[in-house]
C-alpha cells in the first residue's frame, strides 16, 4: 500500500509540474487537453469527435508537416511545383489513378461520418500551417517552397495503393520470364503459389508485352520507395498467458528512413478511445486498441491489379476496339504547375473501359490500360480503419474489416471477454476461368472481372482449437480452400519461426513476446545447414568457413562470424546452381528445395569461394573480423537528402527471412526495411501494453523526439502505452490546451478513464 500511495504521489507531482502551453486556434467548439508523454505521442482529450480530429490533425502538422506535405503533394500529382519538370510523370500518373466515381458512395464506403473526421483533421492541419504566419520549418526553407493547405479529397488518393497491389509489374515480368526461359522453366523454378497450370490468355501476342511498358510507371512511382511489404501478427488466447486474457503482437514492416512512416495517437472523445498508430497524413488509427478490442495486420497479397492489352484503331489513336466495334478513349486534359516554368505542361488522361492508360505504343497500335481495385469507392488506402477502431466485439470488427479494401490485410483481433480471431480482408476479383498471372486481350471482353467476392467467401478464424493465431504474409489458404485470390507470397520461413515458437505452448507473457519480435533465428540457415550436412571443401580456406557454418547455432545475431559467411554465401549461391539469369529471378525457397533434392557440389565449393573473396575485400582477412553487424547497418536517411537530417548508423541482427526482420536492398547489406513501429497488447491490462515507434514520433529535427527512439529500438527494447488517465499523467511530460480562439471561458478541457 505504501508504494502504491507513493507512485500515486510522485505521478501527480510530475502531471502537476508538467509545463503548460495554450494555443487559441479558429475552428474549434470547446477546449481540447493534449498529453505528450516522456516518449513524443501526444494523448488529445476532447469534448467532441470534431473536436478530436481537429486536434489530430493540428498535432500531425506541428510534428511531421514537411513529411505530410510532401506525401500530399505526391497522392495528388503535385510534385511538378516544387521539384520541376523530372516530376512530371509522377504527377500524370497520381491524376490518372484517382477515384472519378461518385464521391458520395466514396465517402460512405469507409464508415459513419468519415467524410466529417477527415474534414476535421485536415481543418486541424491548415490551423497550423496558418498560425505559422509564413516562418517555415527548414525542409520548407531548403526546398524552396511553402506547404500547401489542404482539403479532405487530398486523404482519398490512390498512389500509396499502387504498389500495395503490386500484381501489375509481376504480369509483365512473368513474360519476360516466359519469353527468356520458356513456359515449362517458369512452370518448373518459378512457378505461383499454389500451383496451378502455366496457360498463357487465348489471343495474348508476346511480343506485345516489354519492359517499356513499365518504364514510365516505374519512374513515376519508383524513388516513393513503396517496396513489397512484409510483416508479422500473432494473438493468443487467454490459455497459453499467464494472466489468462489474449495478448496481440504486431510488427508492420516498412521502409526504414526518417521520419518514421507511422505516426502515433491516443484519442479520447465521447465514442472514442483508441490508442495507436497510423499513416501520418490519415486521421485516426490503422492498428492498436480501443477500450475492448486490439487488433493489427499484414499484408495478404490479395491480386487486385491486371494489365489490359488495347488494340488501337489505326485511324484513330483515341479509339480502341472492344467487343467487335471501335470505342473512343475518354480523354481529360489537365494543366501542371512546373518549377521553373512560366507557363503550366499540359497533360493528357485516357481511360478505356478497363482503367487508366498507363502506356501506349503507337507504333505497334497498342494501349495499356490498368484495370485495379483502388478505381472502386473506397480504397484509399488504411482510411477504413476508423470503422475498425469503432468496433467493440467480434460481431461489430467482422462488420468493419467489410469496408477493407486496399491494401489487403489479414487483420487480427482480440478481445476483453478472452475471444481471438482474424480476417483475411480487402477486394478480390472474381476471375471466372482464368488466372491473372499474365497481362490479359482487353478487345475479346473474354477476360473481364465478374465483381467482388463477399468479405464473408475470404479466409478468417474465431477461437480457433489451437488457441492461437499467426500471420507474416506467407500462403494462408486453408487446407481446402478454393478460391483463387493470388499466388505470390513471402517465403513462409517468418511464420514458421513464430508457429516453432507458439506450438511449444506454455503461458506467454508480454516479455516472452518482446523476444519473440525481436528474435533471430534463421529457418532458412538451418535447412542450409541440414542440406550440406558433412560435405567439406578439399581447400583449407572454405573448409575452415564450411566449420564456421556447421557448428552455428543459426542465430543471425550481430556478432555472429557463422551469419555474415552464410548470409554472402547464399546471395552467391543460386547463380553457381540456376545460372546467372535465372538465378537472379529464383527465391531462396527453390534454391533450398534444390539443394535438398541434389547436393551440387561444385556450385557450392564455387559460390563459398567468391563470398569468401569479397569478405575479405569488405571485413580484411582475419575471418574474427567477420561480425554480421559489421557488414549489417541501418542508416536513417531523410527524404530530403540532408546529411544533418540523417540519423545512424546502427549494427543489425537478423535479415529479411528472421521473425526480426531486416531487409536489405539489392546490392548490399545496408537494412532498408523492416518493423519501425511494433506493438504488443496486453488485453488483461491496456496499461501493460508496450510498443516502439523508429526513430522517433516527430519529423522536425530541431524536436527531442526526432530521433530519442533509435536506440530503444536498436537495443530491441520497448516503452508503455499509457491508456489510463492516470497511466497518462504519469508519463506526460508536455500539456498543450487548445483553445477556441473567440472563447474567453475557462478551459474545461474533456477527460475520460480508460479503465
Known amino acids: 500500500m505504501y508504494r502504491v500511495i507513493t507512485a500515486t504521489l510522485i505521478a501527480f507531482s510530475v502531471f502537476a509540474s508538467t509545463p503548460e502551453q495554450r494555443v487559441s486556434l479558429p475552428g474549434l467548439a470547446a477546449p481540447v487537453e493534449i498529453l505528450r508523454d516522456r516518449w513524443g505521442v501526444p494523448h488529445i482529450y476532447a469534448g467532441n469527435v470534431t473536436d478530436l480530429f481537429f486536434a489530430q490533425g493540428y498535432m500531425t502538422a506541428r510534428d511531421r508537416l514537411w513529411q ?97 497491389t503490386r500484381n501489375l509489374t509481376r504480369e509483365v515480368s512473368r513474360v519476360a520470364d516466359v519469353k527468356r526461359f520458356g513456359l515449362q522453366r517458369v512452370a518448373q523454378y518459378l512457378p505461383p503459389d499454389p500451383q496451378v497450370p502455366l496457360e498463357l490468355p487465348k489471343g495474348l501476342d508476346l511480343a506485345d508485352i516489354s519492359g517499356e511498358i513499365l518504364r514510365a510507371y516505374n519512374e513515376a512511382v519508383g524513388a516513393v520507395r513503396f517496396p513489397a511489404q512484409g510483416s508479422n501478427n500473432w494473438v493468443v488466447d487467454g490459455s497459453m498467458t499467464v494472466t489468462g486474457k489474449p495478448i496481440l503482437a504486431n510488427d508492420p514492416h516498412r521502409p526504414i528512413q526518417i521520419p518514421s512512416l507511422r505516426k502515433t495517437f491516443h484519442l479520447v472523445a465521447p465514442g472514442w478511445n483508441v490508442f495507436g498508430a497510423g499513416e501520418p497524413a490519415l486521421p485516426g488509427v490503422a492498428l492498436g486498441h480501443n477500450e475492448s478490442i486490439g487488433f493489427g495486420f499484414t499484408i495478404v497479397g490479395i491480386d487486385q491489379q491486371d494489365l489490359y492489352v488495347e488494340k488501337l484503331n489505326p485511324a484513330s489513336s483515341n479509339e480502341y476496339f472492344y467487343r467487335g466495334a471501335w470505342r473512343k478513349m475518354e480523354v481529360e486534359k489537365q494543366q501542371l504547375t512546373v518549377k ?63 469496408r477493407y479494401k486496399v491494401p489487403s490485410e489479414n487483420i487480427v483481433y482480440a478481445d476483453r471477454s478472452g475471444n481471438i480471431g482474424w480476417h483475411a480482408a480487402g477486394m478480390a476479383p472474381i476471375r471466372n476461368g482464368w488466372s491473372g498471372l499474365f497481362p490479359v486481350p482487353g478487345d475479346t471482353g473474354d477476360y473481364e472481372w465478374s465483381g467482388f467476392r463477399p468479405a464473408s467467401d475470404l479466409p478468417h478464424l474465431y477461437n480457433p482449437p489451437q488457441h492461437w493465431i499467426a500471420t507474416a504474409n506467407h500462403n494462408i489458404l486453408p487446407p481446402g480452400y478454393k ?97 546467372r539469369e535465372l538465378g537472379a529471378r529464383t527465391d531462396l525457397g527453390m534454391l533450398l528445395k534444390t539443394l535438398e533434392s541434389k547436393l551440387e557440389p561444385a556450385a557450392l565449393e564455387r559460390s563459398l569461394s567468391q563470398a569468401l573473396t569479397e569478405l575479405e575485400k569488405r571485413l580484411g582477412p582475419d575471418i574474427q573480423s567477420w561480425q554480421w553487424g559489421k557488414l549489417h547497418q541501418v542508416v536513417f536517411r531523410h527524404p530530403l537528402n540532408q546529411k544533418q537530417f540523417d540519423r545512424g548508423s546502427k549494427s543489425r541482427p537478423g535479415d529479411g527471412n528472421t521473425v526480426n526482420s531486416s531487409g536489405m536492398g539489392s546490392g548490399g547489406f545496408l537494412q532498408t526495411t523492416g518493423a519501425s513501429y511494433r506493438q504488443i497488447l496486453d488485453l488483461s491490462d491496456w496499461d501493460n501494453s508496450v510498443m516502439t515507434n523508429v526513430p522517433g514520433e516527430s519529423g522536425d529535427p530541431a524536436s527531442p523526439h526526432y ?49
Open 68 to 164: 505530410i506535405d510532401l506525401w500530399r503533394r505526391t497522392g495528388t500529382g503535385k510534385l511538378a511545383e516544387i521539384l520541376g519538370p523530372a516530376a512530371i510523370a509522377r504527377d500524370r500518373l497520381a491524376r490518372l489513378v484517382r477515384y472519378r466515381g461518385n464521391p458520395e458512395e466514396e465517402w460512405r464506403s469507409y464508415g459513419p461520418n468519415t467524410r466529417e473526421i477527415v474534414t476535421a483533421f485536415v481543418s486541424g492541419i491548415n490551423a497550423y500551417i496558418l498560425s505559422l504566419q509564413g516562418r517555415w520549418p527548414a525542409e520548407f526553407q531548403i526546398g524552396g517552397y511553402s506547404p500547401g493547405l489542404w482539403v479532405p479529397e487530398d486523404c482519398l488518393s490512390r498512389v500509396a495503393g499502387l504498389l500495395m
Open 340 to 402: 521553373g516554368r512560366t507557363a503550366p505542361a499540359e497533360i493528357e488522361l485516357h481511360y478505356t473501359v478497363h482503367g487508366p492508360v498507363i502506356h501506349e505504343d503507337l507504333l505497334r497500335r497498342r494501349a495499356y490500360a490498368l484495370r485495379w481495385v483502388g478505381s472502386e469507392p473506397g480504397a484509399a488506402g488504411y482510411l477504413a480503419g476508423l470503422a475498425l477502431a469503432q468496433a467493440k466485439n467480434w460481431a461489430e470488427f467482422s462488420k468493419a474489416v467489410a
Open 707 to 755: 530521433s530519442d527512439l533509435i536506440d530503444e529500438w536498436a537495443a530491441g527494447k520497448y516503452h508503455p502505452m499509457p491508456f489510463s488517465r492516470k497511466a497518462v499523467q504519469a508519463a506526460a511530460r508536455e500539456k498543450i490546451l487548445l483553445i477556441p480562439k473567440a472563447s474567453t471561458a475557462k478551459a474545461k478541457p474533456a477527460t475520460a478513464s480508460t479503465k
Open 483 to 579: 478460391v483463387p485470390l493470388g499466388y505470390e507470397w513471402a517465403l513462409p520461413f517468418r511464420y514458421q519461426r513464430i508457429r516453432e515458437v507458439l506450438s511449444r505452448g506454455g503461458k506467454f507473457t508480454v516479455a516472452d513476446f518482446e523476444r519473440l519480435q525481436q528474435d533471430v533465428t534463421s529457418v532458412p540457415a538451418r535447412r542450409f545447414q541440414a542440406a550440406i550436412g558433412n560435405w567439406r571443401p578439399r581447400e583449407a580456406r572454405l573448409s575452415r568457413a564450411v566449420q564456421e557454418v556447421a557448428k552455428w547455432d543459426g542465430a543471425m545475431t550481430t556478432a555472429s562470424i557463422a551469419a555474415s559467411i552464410y548470409e554472402v554465401w547464399i546471395g552467391k549461391l543460386p547463380a553457381a546452381v540456376f545460372g
